[in-house]
């Protein structure tokens, strides 16, 4: 019964609409505004650009000083502090372009609206104009490219030989993570070797993987460089740390990397947010299958002295599963036998 | 030389009008070789696959905007895709933002824009009879239709179409185990593109040709309305860059059936390690996006040509700086080719070459930026008339603009590792590329639909039309920059299991709501474009006043376009308001000599050698003439 009524009362709008716009049409027929080169919507038009100029101008204001805090993420790494730096100082300049070149694109149709006893102004070149507006631009940019480039050539060295290492493996759909253990050498792996007590595919026969140990969040120290490397066992994925600003992709058989230094604790970003529930957050932002949305991770930065008492207590893949040791050659066997007696 | 060129224009025309009494219906409309009823056939079905493409944005919309809607009314379209508790099928919402990406880039903007424009205009504007190749134009839109049949097909399987995002990228749209669209909805996607890149090919080589040999005499390169030099330099684009993506898609092809491992390595998914290694997929984001960058000029450029033309036409004013408009889109060809990196800053590529990269892509913001200025300077004490389509060029203007400069925080490879991939690039490419496109291709339907149809749109319709559009285009994609700057990830089905992502529900609400009334406001267009070609008002003959060579043909130009001889073009196309002229508009087709009161200085000098010139061609002309008696 409803829908018969909204289809009734759709029908009847439809067709006033329709009858307004006839009734219109003809009127301007009557009146012969058809045929005049510009009608009075000409200046409707002329007004509504102003209207919109003055309107979307303030609504944009309005909500980018409102929403500051919300779409500015806190940063919690060095160079996050240096790329955002650069962002806001990009943000500066191309809106005042954006401002200066909307207000001119505005007000000009409203100015220079048709005027049957004006002519337009004959004026098709002008070589200086051309060259001041292309080298400008030119020189701004070239500024823009200099300090991105530095801050690119920064934050893609090579990490420094100290840097923690924290291997991080995508599929889908979700994380998996490892670390090198004492010797701060992650040991080797193919992917022929991924079992279901081996998801890895860690080669234990590599006596630097009898250490290798697994998290389920990630830790990391803060103030330390620490150094991501980054693999993928089955597509593309990729590692979003978005208070990091930190991003790589994480591709099957082509180890990518990415180091930072994680300039706040866990604890300390929940109390400068006043949320005792933050954490930090790994997101996969390559698209990846049916659960790329729920690719979730934590990140825990702690203190430098909290991190080396944690990597101490961890207990490595052998230590958790002893079955992995199995049918190891003599050598390593006996390494590996030294860690499960630990 | 002058000589020969009138003479084959002459039989020409004498072929032409035999022909014309053999057409039946289905060489006239179906199997055509006439371009403009190719280029008809283009805007039809791309306007088909524009609302196909819409219509598969609003359903991820209300995914986006109201996550704990009840889809169950939509079963009987989607069938299993809406699961018992009415919630979309997280699958099917990653075909469908990978059907919307590929329908609306390669259907719509460049077969739908390019393939209508280029085809209805290039020969229009030059004075030639039709395209060099009338029979390899009718093929290229004819693989372009079987194109999209396979695409449409693709639509309906039962595992879906493709879901690997518009840009395909293996090993996901590899593996048949790592999501359901990569089975048989892949390989038809590869098929389709297949064809499409055929018919790119077919198209674009008429293009280069017909505006290379069949300009009407007197058309010099610098007497060329913008648009042609736009069409022109966009098909030089399309011809050396779809033939990579046909190389990076033959190769996937390789990889998914006959066990080749280009982009395969290292890769254990459903239980068991797959037998490939020394493969890179990286290699295929470098193929890829050697079309895939160009392909942004390739649906952008011939929507600034189009810009051009209406802004100078509507202000009656020249366009400013015709020559710097010229070497913008020259630069921004060239540059197009070696930019294509800035896609994969953080793909995992040497950091070195994003370093390179980077330089390069910001230099292509040059060109860009003169355009925009050029735009404005054009508008500047201009005597602007608010046409429809000068409506949209306009919003197109406004839409570059606004894309363009986002595009400066996403070349720059330091800013892009926080933004690559969030919803600050889904705006920045919906404005530059996407909307500002689109308004073009808007301007180009209302402006031509008069030489198309032979009737006038209604203009208050349109007017309707725009605003609608244009306000409702910002707020859908507006708002997207601070979603994307506060690091909301692209092809989320939901962002909820994020704490950082997990507000906005009302601005994305907002931008859902906003979508779909400017959806709906299409059909405004809709109805006024098919209501106008049957009921509107008869056209004039130059509804708008303008200089170019399409204005001086019938009203219904016939297959031959001009019933008599081709008009000889003796000026540039901007000479709009010219001191001392009466009207304020000189088509391309007066001579010097008719105009000695408007002439500039060194155009009074050409005048004597343009009377030896007419002088000439009389006497050839007699010559035939009597030839035939």
């Given at each position: ?8 009362g ?5 067709s006033?609409?329709w ?13 012969g ?9 000409n ?5 509504l ?9 303030a609504l ?35 809106g005042?372009?954006f401002?200066i070149?909307?207000i ?17 102004s004959?004026?098709?070149?002008n ?7 292309t ?5 701004v940019?070239?500024?823009l ?5 530095m801050a690119?050539?920064?934050i893609?060295?090579?990490a ?8 991080i ?14 010797d ?20 234990f026969?590599d ?47 082509m ?25 930090y957050?790994i997101?996969c ?16 930065v702690?203190e ?7 990597m ?9 599963n002893?079955s992995?040791?199995?049918g ?8 590996a036998e030294?860690?499960l007696?630990? | ?6 003479a084959n224009?002459?039989?020409?025309a ?15 409309y ?20 524009a ?7 609003i359903?991820f ?10 889809m169950?009314?939509?079963?009987p ?27 609306m880039?390669f259907?719509?903007l ?6 209508t ?36 097909i ?13 840009v395909?990228y293996?090993?996901?749209?590899a ?11 892949m ?5 389709a593109?297949?064809?499409f ?9 008429n ?5 290379i ?6 058309m ?5 309305p ?30 998914r ?7 395969l ?14 493969g ?27 810009t051009?033309e209406?802004?100078?036409?509507n202000?009656?004013?020249p366009?400013?700086g ?14 197009s080719?070696?930019?294509w ?19 390069l ?24 008339i ?9 919003g ?6 606004s ?18 991939d ?9 404005l ?9 291709l ?5 402006h ?23 306000v ?17 990830p692209?092809r ?7 704490e ?10 907002f ?29 004039t003959l ?10 001086t ?9 001009w ?33 000695p009161?408007?002439n500039?200085?060194?155009?009074q ?16 002309l ?8």
């Open positions: 019964m409803y829908g018969f009524l909204i289809g009734v759709v029908l009847l709008l439809l006033i609409i009858m307004v716009y006839r009734i219109q049409t003809l009127v301007s027929v009557v009146k505004s058809d045929k005049k080169v510009a009608s009075g919507s200046k409707i038009n002329a007004i650009f102003l209207v919109f100029l003055v309107g979307g101008g944009m204001f309005w909500y980018s000083i409102k929403e500051f805090d919300n779409y500015q993420l806190p940063i919690a790494s060095e160079h996050g502090a240096v790329t955002d730096q650069l962002f806001w100082v990009t943000m500066a300049v191309t005042s372009v401002l070149t909307h001119l694109l505005f007000i000009f149709p409203y100015k220079y609206q048709y005027d049957e006893k004006r002519k337009a004959f004026y098709p070149d070589n200086k104009l051309e060259i001041i507006w080298i400008v631009p030119g020189i940019l070239a500024g490219v200099i300090s991105g480039w690119w050539s920064d893609t060295a090579p420094p030989e100290e840097a923690h290492v924290v291997e493996m995508g599929y889908q759909f979700a994380w998996e993570v490892r670390y090198p253990g004492t701060n050498v992650l040991g080797d792996y193919d992917y022929r070797l991924i079992t279901a007590s081996n998801s890895h595919g860690i080669d026969t006596k630097n993987s009898i250490d290798d140990f697994s998290s389920p969040v990630v830790v990391i120290p803060k103030g330390e460089p620490v150094l991501f490397k980054i693999r993928a066992r089955d597509v593309l994925h990729s590692v979003f740390a978005p208070h990091m600003r930190l991003k790589m992709d994480a591709v099957p058989g180890p990518t990397r990415f180091w930072f230094v994680p300039t706040k604790t866990t604890a300390e970003m929940r109390e400068e947010l006043g949320d005792p529930e933050f954490q957050e997101a932002t390559e698209v990846c299958g049916r659960g790329h949305f729920s690719m979730r991770k934590i990140i825990e702690i430098p002295e909290a991190y080396q008492k944690w101490a207590e961890q207990k490595s893949f052998i230590q958790m002893p992995l040791a199995e190891l050659p003599a050598e390593t066997k006996e390494l030294i860690e007696n630990k | 030389m002058a000589t020969a060129s009138v224009h002459d039989t020409a004498h072929d032409h009008h035999d022909h014309e009494h053999h057409d039946n219906f289905v060489t006239k179906i199997f055509t070789q006439d371009h403009k009823m190719i280029g008809k056939q283009y805007l039809l079905t791309g306007m088909f696959w609302l196909i493409g819409g219509f598969l944005s359903l919309r209300l995914q986006l905007g109201f996550p704990e809607m009840d169950s009314f939509l079963r379209l989607l069938g299993g895709w809406i699961d018992e508790t009415g919630a979309l099928d997280p699958t099917f919402y990653l075909a469908l933002v990978t059907m919307h990406g590929t329908i880039v259907f719509v460049t077969a739908g824009l390019s393939g424009f280029s085809n209805y205009l290039i020969p229009l504007q030059i004075g030639a009879r039709d395209m060099a190749s009338g029979f390899m134009n009718m093929l290229s839109y004819w693989f372009f239709f079987v194109s999209g049949v396979i695409m449409f693709s639509l309906f399987l039962k595992t879906g179409p493709a879901a690997g995002g518009w395909v293996p090993p996901l749209s593996l048949e185990q790592a999501i359901p669209g990569s089975g048989l909805g390989t038809l996607w590869l098929i593109m297949t064809f890149i055929a018919s790119s090919l077919l198209g674009g080589i293009y280069i040709t017909t505006v040999n069949l300009r009407t005499k007197g010099s390169f610098s007497r060329l913008l648009t042609i030099w736009a069409f022109f330099l966009t098909a030089i684009i399309g011809l050396l860059s779809f033939p990579v993506l046909f190389a990076a898609a033959l190769l996937l092809v390789f990889d059936s006959f066990g080749t491992s280009f982009y390595s290292d890769i254990y998914i459903g239980g068991e390690a797959l037998p490939n290694t020394g890179s997929p990286v290699l295929y984001q470098h193929l890829f996006w050697f079309l895939g960058h160009p392909e942004v000029y390739i649906v952008l450029l011939p929507a600034l040509g189009i051009s209406v802004i100078a036409t202000s009656r004013k366009i400013f015709y020559k710097a408009m010229i070497i913008s889109m020259l630069g921004i060809t060239i540059l080719f070696i930019v990196a800035h896609h994969m800053f953080v793909s995992g590529m040497n950091p070195f070459l994003g370093s390179i990269f980077m330089f892509t910001l230099i292509i913001a040059v060109p860009s930026a003169v355009k925009v200025f050029n735009y404005l300077t054009t508008l500047w004490r201009g005597n602007l608010f046409t429809p389509a000068m409506l949209f060029s306009i197109l203007v406004s839409f570059f603009i894309g363009g400069l986002t595009g400066i925080f996403l070349g720059n490879s330091a800013i892009d590792i926080q933004l690559h969030t919803y600050f690039v889904v705006a920045h490419f919906h530059v590329m996407g909307s500002a496109s689109f308004f073009g808007m301007a180009g339907v209302y031509w639909f008069p030489k198309m149809f032979g009737r006038m749109m209604d203009a208050r319709l349109g007017y309707v039309h725009f605003w609608l559009t244009f409702g285009v910002y707020l859908v994609f507006f708002p997207m920059h601070y979603i994307g700057i506060a690091g909301f692209r989320y089905y939901s962002w909820t299991n994020f950082f992502a997990n507000m906005y529900t009302d601005l994305n609400m931008v859902s709501v906003a979508a779909i009334i400017t959806f709906v406001a299409q059909f405004i267009f809709i109805f006024n474009f098919f209501y106008s070609m049957y009921r509107g008002r008869k056209a130059n509804p708008w006043r303008s200089n170019t060579l399409e204005w043909t019938p009203l219904y130009p016939g297959h031959g376009n019933p008599g001889e081709i008009p000889t073009v003796y000026r540039w196309p901007y000479d709009y308001s010219k001191p001392g002229a009466e009207e304020d508009f000189i088509p391309q087709t007066v001579p010097l000599s008719a105009t009161e408007s500039l200085p060194h155009e000098e050409l005048v004597k050698l343009e009377l030896e010139i007419m002088k000439e061609d009389e006497e050839v007699v010559a035939n003439e009597s030839r035939h008696q």
